[in-house]
């Protein structure tokens, strides 16, 4: 999703499990008038195929009109590749036995399969693996450094790392112009506000990575994610201090 605001001249991608909604609610806190939402011109990116199946599976009508922004600040936060993955999980899983199905209709042929391929995170991440050259891949969690660059290219101006929110919200106050104070008070529920109510915790994220394979294909799909924007490869490292 792409979020404008226009006074501000600010443009916010929201990419899937990255934070976005603490990030959007933190600008309409902070006092600023969203005025378009509209699927992201990274869709533009797709290949024919996945553009005609996203096209058919969403309302298209809302598809972002990139030239009308093309000269307002556009930043985006990304996340941990590790518990970006585990949080998708969860989150998806959860989807499914509410039986909201994503944002497919109920008739549609797919939805019993998303629910085989949620059995475990392992089933997870070979699903992912398996899909990841067709159009089960957009929709999905898409790698950061495919959303963000053209080759070596960052297709927007800035990002910030979600782990670092506040410091990251502080610079686009900046660039934005927006007052920012850390005692202002309509700050006080999101300065200690977590990504989500996650059903799981951080310190126990290394135990959903211990099988070999799931390892294998993770970084298969997910190793330029933490090269580009600089997150260890340890789990321990990571996660566990």
Same mark, same amino acid.
């Given at each position: 999703?792409?979020?404008?605001?226009?006074?501000?001249?600010?443009?916010?991608?929201?990419?899937?499990?990255?934070?976005?909604?603490?990030?959007?609610?933190?600008?309409?806190?902070?006092?600023?008038?969203?005025?378009?939402?509209?699927?992201?011109?990274?869709?533009?990116?797709?290949?024919?195929?996945?553009?005609?199946?996203?096209?058919?599976?969403?309302?298209?009508?809302?598809?972002?009109?990139?030239?009308?922004?093309?000269?307002?600040?556009?930043?985006?936060?990304?996340?941990?590749?590790?518990?970006?993955?585990?949080?998708?999980?969860?989150?998806?899983?959860?989807?499914?036995?509410?039986?909201?199905?994503?944002?497919?209709?109920?008739?549609?042929?797919?939805?019993?399969?998303?629910? /085989?391929? @949620?059995? %475990?995170?392992?089933?997870?991440?070979? *699903?992912?693996?398996?899909? #990841?050259?067709?159009?089960?891949?957009? +929709?999905?969690?898409?790698?950061?450094?495919?959303?963000?660059?053209?080759?070596?290219?960052?297709?927007?101006?800035?990002?910030?790392?979600?782990?670092?929110?506040?410091?990251?919200?502080?610079?686009?106050?900046?660039?934005?112009?927006?007052?920012?104070?850390?005692?202002?008070?309509?700050?006080?529920?999101?300065?200690?506000?977590?990504?989500?109510?996650?059903?799981?915790?951080?310190?126990?994220?290394? /135990?959903? @990575?211990? %099988?070999?394979?799931?390892?294998?294909? *993770?970084?298969?799909?997910? #190793?330029?994610?933490?090269?580009?924007? +600089?997150?260890?490869?340890?789990?321990?490292?990571?996660?566990?201090?």
């Amino acid at each position: 999703m792409t979020y404008a605001f226009e006074k501000e001249k600010l443009l916010f991608i929201h990419l899937t499990k990255c934070g976005g909604i603490f990030v959007a609610n933190f600008l309409k806190n902070m006092g600023l008038e969203q005025v378009v939402e509209g699927r992201s011109f990274l869709v533009e990116r797709l290949s024919p195929e996945n553009k005609k199946w996203f096209t058919e599976q969403h309302d298209h009508s809302r598809a972002f009109d990139e030239k009308k922004y093309e000269k307002n600040f556009k930043f985006t936060c990304v996340r941990n590749p590790y518990s970006r993955l585990v949080s998708a999980y969860h989150f998806n899983k959860q989807r499914i036995e509410g039986e909201k199905r994503f944002a497919l209709g109920p008739k549609d042929k797919r939805t019993k399969e998303y629910a /085989d391929h @949620y059995k %475990d995170f392992d089933s997870f991440i070979s *699903f992912l693996h398996e899909s #990841a050259s067709n159009q089960y891949w957009s +929709g999905f969690i898409t790698p950061l450094n495919d959303e963000l660059f053209d080759g070596e290219r960052f297709l927007l101006d800035y990002y910030f790392k979600i782990e670092n929110k506040m410091e990251g919200l502080r610079e686009v106050c900046r660039r934005g112009g927006i007052p920012y104070d850390e005692k202002d008070p309509r700050l006080d529920v999101l300065v200690n506000s977590t990504l989500a109510a996650n059903k799981y915790s951080e310190t126990d994220l290394p /135990d959903y @990575y211990l %099988d070999s394979t799931t390892m294998r294909k *993770f970084m298969d799909m997910y #190793a330029k994610d933490f090269e580009k924007f +600089g997150y260890s490869k340890d789990l321990a490292d990571t996660f566990t201090h």
